[in-house]
Each structure stands twice: as C-alpha cells, then as structure tokens.
C-alpha cells in the first residue's frame, strides 16, 4: 500500500545570518542576535560548557551567534542530516546541508522524503523561545521575537513555501499580556501555532497551574492557536547520575515530556478552556496509556490528593480526545498500543535537520512502521496526516485530505 503524503509536526529552521541584522533598527544592531565566523573549540565540561575561542590544535572556523552577552556556536547535531560527525561538534554554514536554512534546498528535501509539509521550530532562539527571555532589554527582546515571527510566516513559509512550510511562532515568555497579544497578530497573519515552555517553573516563570498564563490561553483558544511543547526547552534535563554516559541521558530525555504532558492534563486549564489544543513534540508516545491510567487511579482516590474533582469534574482521559496529541518518529509501542492510546491523538515528525532525523529514510521507517503494527489504510492516512490536519486547523492552508 502507498503512503499517503508525510506531514511532519515537529522541524526546525536554522536561522540565516540576517533574520534579524537585516530588519532590526539601527540602534540594536550591535546588541541584536548577529552571526559571526570565528575560531576556537567547545569545552564540554558538565554543567559549564563554554566556547573557547584561540588558535590551539583543537580549534577551527565556527559561526556563532552573539546576543548582547550570549555567545553560540553552531553545533553540527543541530544540523546533522548529510553527516556522521559527532554531534558536539562545532561548524560553519559552510558545513551543514543547505536545506537546513534555505527555502527552496528545504522544499527539495520534502519532495525528496515523501513530506508534503513540515511544523518548522527555532533554532537560535531555543525551543520555546527562551533565549529572549534572558535579555537584558526587554524591548530588544520583544523586537526580536516579532522580527523572527514576521520572518518566518512571511519569508521561510510564505511564497513558495507556503502550505508546506507550517511556522511556529514565538511568545514574549516574561509578559503573558504581550505574549496574547503577539498571539493575536500572528494569527491575524496566518499562524496558528506558538511553542511554549515544557516547565516554565524551571525559568522561574509562573507555573500552568496558577492562573497567570490565562491571557495565554484565551488568545490561542479565541485565535485556533495550538500550544506546542517540544522536548528540550526544558533548562535542566533529566540525569540520573553525574557520571552517567550518554546514552543513559538519550534514554530517559522523555521525563521532561511526561511531566509536561501530566502538568496539562491535571492543571485544569483543558477544562476552562473547552477548545484548546495541544501538542507534545519529539516526545514520543509509548508511555501514554501507563500515565493516563494513573492520573484516572488518582482522580477516582479524589480525597486522599487533594481533591482533583474540583479541577477535573471528569477524570482525566477524557480530556484527551481531540484535544491533545503527540508525534513519534518510529515508536512501535504507540501504534502497536493504539488502543489504549486511541489513534486519533498520533502525528508523525522528521525532526529535519537534528541528528535525530529520520531524513532521508522516513517514507521506508514508516513503512516498516506500518507493516509492523498491522495498521488500516484508514488508521495510517490518520497518523501520516489527517491527525495533524485535524489538530492543526490546516483545511485552512489547503490540506484538506
């Protein structure tokens, strides 16, 4: 059976040189995000990784993006389809595939995976955007949110990109007023998807539980905005040990979205809010009937935890369906245990261009995946792509089946 037309959720841009050298006022040009061609190395020393710039043996030519003190060289696992070198490693433009930063490379790179469109994420700004947060300028930093923002829904998507090239906008994490309102204009300009922080307690930011991000809330469900949580944005990542080797780290990267995606559905705001949709990237889904078990054991045990029944006049699963959702790359769990999950919450992504990328493979991993779980015409048209026409509002864009 052919596959049905990829739409991958979950891809990033790589940002060009001039996103925001090119659009911001002339007076933030020396603090403003710029990108730079200097030499040096990255010291990986755990908990204090640091760009060493000098003309030792180890060093070579980097591009690094300055941001007033914010130093960033570009590691090659941020764009590491076409290569098998060491994620950690640092490059230049010069090294990574072009399809990484440019529109028309990435529209080739589609058509050469089978994808019809693609959910692009950030780069230099971080996966929710929290690089901005930490700026000293506030005002700098809501320009360079909303330069980035017109950036991507008018150049990286539009033209020729457009219908295929999906942009995820950002908010102004430190205001929820503005981040509304950043919501608003995007969606008056075509986008219907903002990504947000896995925990923004770890930012010192308020919690989801506490009623601040409300003004959030209304804006994405008034707009058909869907809040978007992709692994990693989180400022600590799991780790069960300091000695513990890498593929430990790899392995249980994951707890950051379970606890996000336990966080949404206890913390009542999918039933304040009764059309609100979100979306859990690069998490996979495997783990979901076990945490949705628990969550309905402990709301059913209502007075011994606080009396969930008060956030939550029904038990937690039953906010899922058609609500909530998350994308895999080639987890046989999830579509094997279909069932128990319910098909309607999976969405498949490419992660184009990071070193987990199932590009240029994914049409024959999907595949296999199909084959393997046993799934209907009708069940792999749903993951492939109707789950995220559905969740995405895309009938808006032309993707109608």
Same mark, same amino acid.
């Given at each position: ?50 760009? #060493?710039?000098?003309?030792?043996? &180890? ?5 690094? %993006?300055?941001?007033? +003190? ?36 990435? $529209?080739?790179?589609? +058509? ?38 017109? %950036?991507?829904?008018? +150049? ?18 430190? +205001? ?10 995007? &969606? ?87 059309? $609100? ?10 783990? #979901? ?13 209502? &007075? ?70 046993? $799934? ?7 993951? $492939? ?17």
């Amino acid at each position: 059976m052919p596959l049905p037309k990829i739409i991958s959720v979950d891809d990033h841009v790589v940002e060009p040189a001039g996103v925001w050298q090119d659009r911001l006022p002339r007076k933030w040009l020396d603090e403003g995000p710029r990108l730079e061609r200097r030499v040096g190395w990255m010291d990986w020393t755990p908990g204090a990784p640091s760009f #060493i710039e000098d003309d030792s043996a &180890a060093s070579r030519p980097v591009d690094v %993006w300055r941001y007033e +003190d914010t130093v960033w060289p570009l590691p090659r696992g941020f764009a590491q389809v076409g290569s098998n070198e060491f994620g950690g490693l640092l490059v230049t433009y010069d090294d990574i595939v072009p399809g990484a930063y440019q529109q028309r490379a990435r $529209l080739a790179d589609l +058509d050469a995976n089978g994808v019809e469109a693609s959910l692009c994420f950030p780069t230099f700004p971080r996966e929710s955007g929290q690089r901005f947060l930490r700026a000293r300028d506030r005002e700098l930093a809501l320009a360079c949110v909303q330069i980035y923002n017109d %950036w991507l829904i008018e +150049d990286w998507c539009g033209g020729d990109g457009r219908g295929r090239l999906i942009p995820v906008t950002l908010i102004p994490l430190w +205001d929820p007023e503005l981040a509304a309102t950043e919501i608003r204009r995007c &969606a008056d300009k075509g986008s219907h998807a903002i990504t947000f922080h896995q925990q923004p307690a770890d930012l010192g930011l308020p919690s989801i539980h506490c009623g601040d991000w409300e003004p959030v809330f209304r804006a994405c469900e008034e707009t058909q905005t869907v809040i978007n949580i992709h692994l990693g944005s989180v400022s600590r990542m799991p780790v069960t040990a300091p000695d513990a080797p890498d593929d430990v780290l790899e392995t249980i990267t994951v707890e950051s979205t379970i606890n996000s995606f336990v966080d949404w559905i206890l913390s009542g705001v999918l039933e304040r809010h009764g059309t $609100l949709r979100v979306a859990f990237a690069e998490g996979q889904a495997g783990w #979901i009937p076990f945490f949705v078990e628990q969550m309905d054991k402990i709301w059913e045990r209502n &007075a011994q935890f606080g009396d969930p029944q008060k956030r939550l006049p029904r038990p937690p699963s039953e906010y899922l369906p058609g609500r909530v959702y998350a994308s895999i790359f080639d987890d046989v769990h999830s579509v094997v245990g279909r069932a128990s999950i319910g098909m309607g919450h999976l969405t498949v992504e490419v992660d184009y261009p990071h070193d987990e990328s199932t590009f240029p493979h994914t049409t024959s991993t999907l595949e296999k995946l199909v084959q393997t779980a046993g $799934l209907s015409p009708l069940e792999t048209w749903q993951l $492939l792509r109707g789950n995220a026409i559905e969740c995405y509002g895309l009938q808006r864009i032309g993707l109608l089946s």
